[in-house]
């Protein structure tokens, strides 16, 4: 069975400053990992996928994740957070064979001025 | 681009109503799910459909039942509303047998049951 652990369900960062946030998984066969953004009043929009190609993964907004087998994990970062990206963030893991994910509980990030 | 619509962005319900939820998708797409978003909770599966006319429950249906009559329209049906059922709703889509492809959301309703 395949599950998701999202650390942190709030994450405030300065304008400028790093950011990161903490997604690992557990899953019996190679997963196919995805990170959403939820903007305030939208629905869930890709920011990136692993399919098995490259470990480091890019995305929009400047966004990347790296795919880390041995610590089964799937982090989100970006150089330099931007006001704008202040927002609801779910990863999300599927298995081969299986095309309904699941969903981590959500990380609301805050950026600060 | 691609699109799911949802047809309310906002809805007022009362206790006890039937309360339909609509969702329509120009992708083709043959699945089709429906989740609900609580604070803390994250997305919890409450129906999804493979087919047209096909159905499966997903973690949280009691209360819930669905329709799928048409490839491109699927939708969730409150019987009974009842106050916990005051919630943020979520439409998605995807292909068949794509585990590795991302679902498309449409942009929510947020349903009070009063």
């Known amino acids: 069975a395949q599950s998701v652990t999202q650390l942190g369900s709030h994450v405030s960062v300065s304008e400028g400053a790093l950011v990161l946030l903490r997604c690992n998984y557990s899953s019996s066969v190679p997963p196919y990992l995805f990170w959403y953004v939820q903007y305030p009043n939208q629905g869930l929009q890709l920011l990136l996928k692993y399919t098995s190609a490259a470990t480091l993964v890019k995305g929009i907004n400047g966004f990347e994740a790296e795919f880390k087998k041995s610590e089964t994990s799937f982090h989100l970062t970006k150089p330099s957070a931007h006001m704008r990206d202040a927002a609801e963030y779910f990863c999300?893991?599927?298995?081969?064979?299986?095309?309904?994910?699941?969903f981590g509980r959500g990380t609301s990030l805050i950026v600060h001025p | 681009d691609v699109k799911v619509t949802q047809s309310s962005r906002y809805l007022v319900k009362r206790t006890g109503e039937k309360v339909f939820l609509e969702c329509v998708q120009d992708m083709d797409h043959e699945n089709m799910f429906w989740y609900r978003q609580d604070p803390g909770l994250g997305l919890r599966l409450i129906y999804f459909?493979?087919?047209?006319?096909?159905?499966e429950k997903g973690d949280i249906p009691e209360g819930y039942s669905v329709s799928r009559e048409k490839k491109e329209r699927f939708s969730l049906i409150l019987e009974s509303a009842s106050t916990n059922q005051t919630s943020m709703y979520l439409c998605a889509s995807n292909a068949r047998g794509s585990s590795n492809q991302p679902q498309h959301f449409g942009d929510g309703t947020r349903l009070s049951i009063l």
């Open positions: 999300a893991v599927s298995e081969g064979g299986s095309y309904i994910p699941t």
């Open positions: 459909s493979y087919d047209v006319k096909m159905k």
